[in-house]
């Protein structure tokens, strides 16, 4: 970082290194444009990356791989344009639909499972997969509801492939034994609402706003 102490220090001894010399007030005007000017780059280069980008330049981001805001926040829309890049990239195979939407949460691939429900035991279904565990923390963290998900999980797959009940898995539970259990992650919350556990859902198409995904 620029500071007024770097530049004295490259003048030649036949100048007066101190501050509050009339040198020091001079260069220490120049120092607070060139701060200025530094903090300006700085924030370019860093807006370069989705998740340092805001605003304008955000949609600036997006119009390069072909995808729109909508009503989306920054947060959201930080989401469709990794989904869209990866979605590009997506050969549609089972590993990559995973792939792509652990970089879409910024979740762990382990974290997620798809099965294929062409031979599901009770309800087989050719062409069709089911996201059968995804931790719904991930999606509450995006800031998208499971219908709005649920989206990009369909333009994720392959043309033709069908996207059947996605479970969005939580961490409550009861305690397993008779004797009294508290448990900070999975029981209920307590008044100040800071432990406990939390419900999963299954995704079911909803009125919520709509995405251009």
């Known amino acids: 970082m620029i500071t007024l102490e770097t530049i004295m220090q490259r003048l030649t001894d036949v100048f007066v ?114 996201v059968i565990r995804l931790p719904i923390r991930f999606v509450n963290a995006a800031g998208m509801s499971p219908s709005q998900f649920g989206r990009i999980v369909q333009r994720t797959v392959a043309a033709g492939v069908h996207v059947g009940a996605i479970e969005l898995t939580g961490t409550f539970q009861f305690a397993g034994g008779t004797e009294t259990e508290i448990s900070p992650t999975a029981g209920f919350s307590n008044d100040s609402g800071l432990i406990g556990g939390y419900f999963g859902a299954v995704y079911s198409p909803g009125d919520d706003a709509d995405l251009p995904i």
């Open 17 to 130: 290194k101190d501050p509050i010399s009339n040198t020091g007030k001079l260069l220490g005007i120049l120092t607070e444009q060139l701060q200025a000017l530094e903090e300006t780059q700085n924030r370019v280069r860093s807006w370069r990356d989705i998740d340092q980008a805001q605003g304008a330049t955000l949609d600036r981001i997006g119009t390069n791989v072909a995808q729109a805001r909508g009503v989306a926040t920054d947060e959201v829309y930080r989401i469709l344009i990794k989904s869209k890049i990866a979605r590009n990239l997506s050969t549609g195979d089972i590993n990559t639909i995973i792939r792509v939407l652990s970089t879409a949460l910024a979740c762990p691939p382990s974290d997620i499972e798809i099965r294929e429900l062409w031979n599901d035991p009770i309800n087989p279904e050719p062409a069709a997969i089911s």
